[in-house]
């Protein structure tokens, strides 16, 4: 497990504090995580540069508009 699944499940046992539209954000910044993650690892021959960069700044938006950092 790692931080970003641990602080999710932290905070869906908060649930009564954080609407469902912020938990459904949070699994959705968790699952391309590790889509992005993936992507990394294993490299797929398709998986351009300019893809790459592409993830990345999807997934940096969506970490900015969660603010992970108060999770």
């Known amino acids: 497990m790692n931080a970003?699944?641990?602080r999710i499940q932290?905070?869906?046992r908060c649930s009564?504090?954080?609407s469902?539209?912020?938990m459904d954000l949070e699994q959705l910044v968790y699952a391309m995580d590790r889509l992005y993650h993936l992507l990394e690892e294993y490299a797929p021959?398709?998986?351009t540069e300019e893809e790459r960069e592409s993830a990345c700044k999807a997934?940096?938006?969506l970490?900015?508009?969660l603010d992970l950092s108060k999770l």
């Open 63 to 65: 970490h900015r508009q």
């Open 4 to 6: 970003l699944q641990a």
């Open 45 to 47: 021959s398709w998986y």
């Open 10 to 12: 932290a905070s869906t």
């Open 20 to 22: 469902t539209a912020e």
């Open 16 to 18: 009564d504090s954080r």
């Open 59 to 61: 997934l940096q938006a």
